[in-house]
């Protein structure tokens, strides 16, 4: 399905999404009448660090990553942003620019809602306006999890806690436990926890041969969801 074909109905995706589920129609309206569908290819930048934030983004289909560069080059994931997911929405509340750059990881579609129209509708809809509190303050403890695991853990405990916040994300439970259903290369994981591709290929490696997960063709299922815990509380 390709943005094309989901333009005119505007209306029943902001009907769908979780902000904006409980809202009347009559508001629906003048929202989808401001907003607009914008389609991104597979690994298209939707926007970089330091560009005007003029707008919040809702992923009708596909998924987004939110990273960070270093100045020499290094690429960390901030986070992964599935179907029904909001970004952005920090620099649409504050005005100030991008704080991250934002990628599709896949064919994406996005709901946008400019900043001019939507600030005000969340000034008259305060029960909106503690819906997205509520996804930045989710942000803000799943960036304090992000640096306290980078500053007290060893990369395997790490890893194995992305792992689990992958599954809890992602996770489709299959006959021998969770699938993730999420494919992601080996230098995307490392790049969630800071690791060095090498490091990811040896731990699944490991890991598969302890019977803790399973590798197919680039899928990941968690075979023993209380062992992979342990190994994230094993280096604490």
């Known amino acids: 399905m390709t943005v094309s074909r989901i ?3 505007k209306e029943l995706v902001l009907a769908g999404h979780f902000l904006l589920k409980h809202l009347q129609r009559e508001d629906l309206h003048r929202l989808a009448a401001g907003s ?5 290819p597979r690994n298209a930048v939707i926007f970089q660090k330091g560009d005007p934030g003029s707008s919040m983004m809702a992923v009708v289909r596909g998924r987004v990553k939110i990273c ?5 080059g290094k690429e960390l994931v901030l986070s992964i942003v599935n179907r029904g997911g909001v970004f952005g929405e920090i620099a649409l509340l504050d005005g100030e620019p991008r704080t991250a750059d934002a990628v599709a990881l896949e064919e994406t579609d996005l709901l946008v809602l400019d900043r001019t129209q939507f600030l005000p509708f969340l000034t008259a809809r305060p029960e909106v306006a503690m819906r997205l509190l509520g996804v930045l303050c989710k942000r803000l403890r799943q960036t304090s999890e992000h640096l306290e695991d980078t500053l007290f853990l060893e ?5 194995a806690r992305a792992l689990g916040r992958l599954a809890d994300s992602f996770g489709r439970p299959v006959a021998e436990g969770l699938q993730l259903d999420i494919k992601l290369s080996q230098q995307q994981l490392g790049c969630l926890v ?5 490091s990811v290929n040896k731990l ?6 302890g019977g803790v997960i399973r590798l197919d063709a680039g899928r990941i299922t968690i075979l023993d969801r209380e062992a992979l815990e342990d190994l994230g509380e094993s280096c604490v």
């Open 7 to 9: 333009a005119f109905d």
């Open 36 to 40: 607009r569908l914008t389609y991104h």
């Open 68 to 72: 960070s560069h270093s100045l020499d």
């Open 155 to 159: 990369a395997s405990s790490r890893f």
């Open 194 to 198: 800071g690791v060095s591709r090498e």
């Open 204 to 209: 699944l490696n490991e890991w598969q041969r």
